[in-house]
């Protein structure tokens, strides 16, 4: 197996994302290759910088790099020798089994759908967050922000999207999934929670549990919760709110704890034909080492395979 990691992209770039990546090759099997696509120069600098082997790597040189102040539908095309562009090149080639960056969202999104093509039958593809719930287990919230208005259609979808991710990369056999909305009974809600409802209800393709209400979201009642783009990221944001307010009181709990965005770095762009990974632009090297980790369970789970199966 080979993952591909976006060495340019991030707030803390390269060092962040070399020094994961030497962190993430120590845990990963022996088999699995890290390719690393960036300033060939700059990269091998930052490897021995941080003690890493360079044979213990590959190194595709990629000079240039797509900051988060670029357009992301033009920034592909307009740089095509940027580490995201030939990143997602090899990833068309199957010349890689994944690709992972925690650059500009917006261009992996446009990369993901225009270079690698969303799978037929896909509406919109989305991006997911995982949230820790009190029991010990997590909730897979989607879509958290590249869908900020929804049809019933597309929340349908990524109540099936979010069922798969969570059966093949989580090993829940039969997931819970549950629709976010301000009530528990059916009636409750506004024109598109009520519609979405409907869909779920009648889908023999899902496990539907009902409306799930904010209260409900850490608690394990669903194991996934579906949600237009724009709820999900005021919650999302609300969540990564709440922790950094703990921190800076001082306040230690062993379940906040497991808020921490190093703990997950990543998460994969639903929908598309191949396994493509975004992470946090403010990724430090233990989210980066997290991100390939994520990287490597979903591309072992051959998710976009299954996902392209279930829709076709």
């Known amino acids: 197996?080979?993952?591909?990691?976006?060495?340019?992209?991030?707030?803390?770039?390269?060092?962040?994302?070399?020094?994961?990546?030497?962190?993430?090759?120590?845990?990963?099997?022996?088999?699995?290759?890290?390719?690393?696509?960036?300033?060939?120069?700059?990269?091998?600098?930052?490897?021995?910088?941080?003690?890493?082997n360079p044979s213990d790597f590959e190194i595709v040189h990629a000079p240039d790099i797509i900051t988060m102040h670029d357009h992301p539908t033009r920034a592909i095309p307009n740089k095509p020798n940027s580490s995201i562009a030939v990143g997602?090149?090899?990833?068309?080639?199957?010349?890689?089994?994944?690709?992972?960056?925690?650059?500009?969202?917006?261009?992996?999104?446009?990369?993901?759908?225009?270079?690698i093509n969303t799978i037929p039958g896909i509406i919109r593809p989305c991006i997911t967050s995982v949230l820790p719930t009190i029991g010990g287990g997590n909730s897979i919230l989607l879509d958290v922000g590249s869908n900020a208005d929804c049809k019933a259609d597309v929340l349908y979808q990524f109540g099936v999207l979010g069922a798969l991710y969570a059966k093949n990369v989580?090993?829940?056999?039969?997931?819970?999934?549950?629709?976010?909305?301000?009530?528990?009974?059916?009636?409750?809600?506004?024109?598109?929670?009520?519609?979405?409802?409907?869909?779920?209800?009648?889908?023999?393709?899902?496990?539907?549990?009902?409306?799930?209400?904010?209260?409900?979201?850490?608690?394990?009642?669903?194991?996934?919760?579906?949600?237009?783009?724009?709820?999900?990221n005021v919650v999302l944001k609300e969540a990564e709110g709440i922790y950094s307010l703990m921190k800076k009181r001082g306040i230690k709990d062993e379940y906040f704890d497991r808020f921490n965005y190093e703990n997950y770095g990543g998460t994969p762009i639903l929908g598309v034909k191949g396994n493509v990974i975004i992470g946090h632009g403010i990724s430090n090297d233990k989210a980066v080492k997290s991100m390939i980790l994520h990287s490597y369970e979903v591309a072992k789970s051959g998710l976009a395979t299954k996902v392209n199966e279930a829709f076709n």
């Open 1 to 52: 197996m080979k993952i591909g990691i976006d060495i340019l992209g991030g707030d803390f770039a390269p060092d962040a994302n070399v020094a994961g990546a030497i962190l993430a090759k120590s845990l990963l099997p022996g088999e699995v290759t890290l390719v690393l696509f960036g300033d060939r120069e700059q990269t091998l600098a930052c490897l021995s910088k941080f003690g890493g």
């Open 88 to 115: 997602f090149e090899y990833l068309a080639k199957q010349e890689i089994n994944v690709f992972a960056s925690t650059g500009n969202t917006g261009a992996m999104l446009v990369g993901a759908i225009y270079k």
């Open 170 to 232: 989580y090993g829940i056999e039969n997931p819970k999934v549950g629709l976010l909305n301000i009530g528990e009974e059916e009636t409750k809600g506004n024109l598109l929670t009520l519609a979405t409802y409907k869909l779920l209800k009648e889908s023999d393709d899902i496990n539907f549990i009902g409306n799930v209400e904010g209260r409900d979201i850490f608690t394990g009642y669903a194991d996934v919760i579906v949600c237009d783009g724009f709820t999900g």
